[in-house]
């Protein structure tokens, strides 16, 4: 089937047409540019705006001043030849009351008035005595900035008409119109081109954890992405992702030794269930119903047990923990009620104390240990009870330094338990330590004072952790 717009490619992930299938980099590039454009495009005109004003207002001050100034001359009949003006093409002229120019500054003309006699009369009559200021088309220019003021020469009343010329400001304007056109997508290109080397630097370290992740999804294994040094949000979260990572990689590593411990020991248990359907089968007179139920219900005991630790040591560390507090003499105790009893070997149990953890997790540990005390006793156990520890010891034959650590490994079991009924799977021990280290704490072996084994289980107290592995607690 062809693929198409919307079809789902092998790797499971949708195909993004238009905006949002552009990359993190370009689309934070056009976006940031896009709002610069904006942005100084809003500032052009407001500076377009501001200019024209202040400029204008400029403009209205000095055709207000020239037309007062040229107003008093006129009441106190000291009018030059020629009217003052200052600014380029400024036009001053006073007229009488049918409009006729009395005087003019040097760039005017003296017959021509700078307003038509209608244009005039309308501004005389809004004007009144004050100085009016306005844009009107004059003679000389398009348009212009008109002061009109009345006053008296010689006894007959007159006009005073001040014009400054509108071109100046927007000449200026457009020129500045004309650079912020060019300006602005020049200074926009450029911006965005900067941010794009910047946005490209700063996403860097993302690019890099992309690679290191598709690393190891392609080859299926452990790994890690890479860490910044500098302390920043990109570096939490490569040390997030890396304990994520961690932990799929553990939840795999006890998946695959679940299979492999499982695929071994339970052969010989399948074996022997089988063989016993087989003798069964080909000699139905001589194995009775009743005789092969005991022979599988042993085997069947037996796989059931070792199913059960098998499930319990691929579920270690596959959650976080929950610590509350708990007693450990009560686990202790308890420990001590279900464990299978044995005849001619007593169990004390002394002490009191407390400790943070899981108490089924805790107990378990508790009762391991029990267990193990109890197979190879002689005679007596010994549960002594503190806080943040529990000791278990025997009087039994011990074990020899050298096997100390040994026995914590996986279906371990000394030459004196070897046979099933008196060793054991050989994952109590295993079973102890990896669960008393998911809770804070360990567990280690030293000879007792009662001449055997002596197990110190260590776990945290008030938040304190236990002794570090690998450190043996003292006797």
């Known amino acids: 089937m062809p693929s198409g717009e919307g079809s789902t490619p092998r790797n499971g992930t949708q195909r993004i047409r238009g905006w949002r299938g552009w990359s993190l980099r370009l689309r934070l590039t056009v976006l940031t540019a896009t709002l610069l454009c904006v942005t100084l495009a809003v500032g ?10 202040s400029r204008v207002a400029a403009l209205d001050g000095i055709a207000r001043d020239r037309a007062v100034t040229i107003a008093a ?34 760039n005017a003309s003296r017959t021509l008035p700078v307003l038509v006699p209608t244009d005039l009369a309308a501004l005389r009559s809004t004007a009144g005595d004050g100085v009016l200021v306005t844009t009107a088309t004059t003679t000389y220019d398009d348009a212009a900035r008109v ?31 004309v650079s912020l056109v060019v ?43 890479p860490v910044r040094e500098a302390d920043d949000e990109l570096g939490a979260l490569a040390r997030t992702l890396n304990e994520m990572l961690d932990r799929l990689e553990g939840a795999a590593a006890r998946q695959r030794t679940f299979t492999a411990d499982a695929a071994h020991e339970l052969r010989s248990p399948l074996a022997a269930v ?15 119903t009743a005789e092969l139920a005991a022979d599988l219900e042993g085997e069947v005991l ?97 074990v020899p330094e050298p096997d100390r650590e040994r026995v914590f490994e996986r279906f371990v079991r000394l030459d004196e338990a070897r046979e099933r009924d008196a060793g054991g799977s050989g994952l109590g021990l295993a079973i102890a330590r990896e669960v008393a280290r998911e809770q804070g704490g ?10 055997g084994l002596r197990a110190s289980l260590r776990v945290p107290v008030d938040g304190v952790p236990a002794a570090p592995r690998g450190v ?3 006797t």
Do not use: C, F, K
Not at 44 to 53: E, G
Not at 184 to 196: G, S
Not at 322 to 328: E, K, S
């Open 147 to 177: 002061a009109v003021r009345a006053t008296t020469y010689r006894g007959a009343p007159v006009t005073v008409v001040a014009t400054v010329p509108l071109a100046e400001v927007r000449g200026l304007l457009g020129a500045l119109s």
């Open 44 to 53: 052009a005109v407001a500076l377009t705006t501001v200019l024209s004003r």
């Open 274 to 288: 089988r063989a016993s359907i087989d003798v069964a089968r080909a000699h139905p007179d001589a194995y009775s």
């Open 472 to 474: 043996t607690p003292e």
């Open 302 to 398: 037996r796989m059931q047990a070792l199913v059960d630790d098998l499930l319990l040591l691929a579920r270690v560390g596959s959650a976080p923990v929950v610590r509350t507090a708990i007693d450990l003499g009560h686990l202790a105790h308890d420990a001590l009620a279900d464990a299978r009893p044995v005849d001619g070997i007593g169990v004390e149990v002394v002490g009191s104390g407390s400790a943070l953890g899981e108490a089924a997790s805790v107990g378990r540990v508790v009762r391991n240990l029990v267990d193990n005390a109890l197979r190879h006793a002689s005679s007596r156990v010994l549960v002594t009870v503190d806080d943040g520890s529990v000791t278990v010891e025997d009087d039994g034959r011990g």
């Open 442 to 451: 360990d567990v280690a072996l030293t000879e007792s004072a009662l001449g």
């Open 183 to 225: 300006v602005v997508p020049l200074l926009t290109a450029l911006l965005a081109w900067v941010i794009w080397l910047v946005l490209g630097r700063a996403l860097l370290p993302v690019e890099q954890m992309r690679r290191a992740a598709a690393q190891v999804a392609r080859s299926g294994g452990p790994g890690s992405l």
């Open 73 to 106: 001359l006129a009441a106190d009949d000291r009018l030059p030849a020629a009217l003052p003006v200052a600014e380029p093409r400024e036009i001053a002229q006073l007229l009488d009351a049918s409009g006729l120019v009395i005087a003019s500054s040097p």
